[in-house]
């Protein structure tokens, strides 16, 4: 299969090509793709060394799928001028994802709303991805009524300039690349992205909204607050559900061992607890600190780790692309 990898110079484009190789994806031919300046410029991907492409070469190869990581200006310009060609695009950026005529895929949950006729597919919010792979099963079982998340997220998240200012904060104290309008070492910042008018951030109805199209269920109640700090490897969820039917907490464990994606590491006797450091390069969701909320009646606390250019962003595109293949829908 000829591949596309649009942003392939990226944190996430970079992660794309590692996720596709180590999951020996069949590709026949790979085009990256990135910004002007960059094209010429080489990269290896299995060994080979491949260069870089402009959109417009990259369309004239006819790849049947194009991974988008390149940002949402870029994915509302030129997906629609790959999708006419032919070309399937899975993309990563925020621009499609909460249009009724596109679908947003976590395949997971609902890969079975793919169709041949889908040419431009959503991934969704790293934030929202790992929660939903939980919540899901938990929702067919339970019957979710509300959802209370607080994150705290990886500035990888942000991209190569957050891992920057981290690092050089670490270093001497100070960044002049700045992505935060604050120091982000031994600091926390409660805003992901910008404000909106309600007085939560995009980053939070994101979340509130993606998670009901996932789902397929607008009778989620769902409030987020997100939160950025100063750590690698993947972002971090504290998450309490409260269901309409009531669970015993043994039930819960057994679902969360039994279920395709995730790993519990729930074991308190012993300190055992996902942590990003665990789940850094991992493509899983991992699940602990599961107890009864004591405060209300069939309410449950969990805490939810992955990994955010992972699962959060590369894997799931590509597991979207290897359905896509499996199902003969490209």
Not at 247 to 254: A, N, P, S
Not at 315 to 328: D, F
Request: hydrophobic share 40%; aromatic share 6%; with cysteine.
């Amino acid at each position: 299969m000829k591949i596309a990898v649009v942003g392939a110079t990226g944190l996430v484009g970079t992660k794309m090509l590692e996720v596709l190789a180590e999951r020996n994806f069949p590709v026949s031919e790979l085009i990256p793709v990135a910004s002007e300046k960059s094209v010429g410029k080489e990269i290896s991907f299995k060994g080979k060394t491949y260069q870089v492409h402009s959109m417009e070469q990259a369309i004239a190869a006819k790849p049947q799928i194009a991974l988008f990581s390149a940002g949402g200006d870029t994915s509302l310009e030129w997906a629609p001028k790959f999708a006419a060609n032919g070309i399937t695009v899975i993309d990563n950026s925020s621009a499609w994802r909460m249009d009724p005529t596109k679908k947003l895929v976590v395949p997971e949950v609902n890969a079975h709303v793919l169709e041949k006729s889908d040419k431009i597919i959503a991934n969704p919010n790293c934030s929202t991805i790992q929660m939903v792979v939980v919540l899901n099963p938990l929702h067919i079982k339970y019957k979710i009524k509300r959802v209370v998340v607080s994150t705290y997220q990886s500035v990888t998240g942000t991209g190569v300039k957050a891992v920057s200012q981290l690092m050089n904060e670490r270093k001497d104290g100070s960044s002049t690349e700045m992505a935060y309008k604050y120091k982000i070492d031994l600091n926390v910042i409660p805003q992901i992205d910008v404000f909106v008018e309600n007085g939560y951030t995009k980053e939070e109805m994101k979340m509130v909204n993606e998670t009901k199209k996932i789902m397929g269920d607008n009778s989620i109640a769902l409030t987020a607050t997100t939160v950025r700090i100063p750590v690698m490897g993947g972002h971090s969820e504290s998450v309490n559900i409260e269901f309409e039917n009531d669970f015993e907490v043994k039930d819960i464990f057994e679902m969360m061992a039994n279920e395709p994606g995730i790993i519990l590491q729930d074991d308190i006797a012993n300190q055992i607890y996902p942590m990003p450091m665990h789940a850094h390069n991992k493509d899983e969701v991992f699940v602990g600190r599961i107890r009864r909320d004591e405060s209300q009646p069939k309410t449950l606390n969990m805490w939810i780790v992955s990994d955010n250019l992972r699962k959060g962003a590369a894997t799931n595109a590509v597991q979207i692309a290897e359905y896509l293949m499996a199902k003969s829908l490209v």
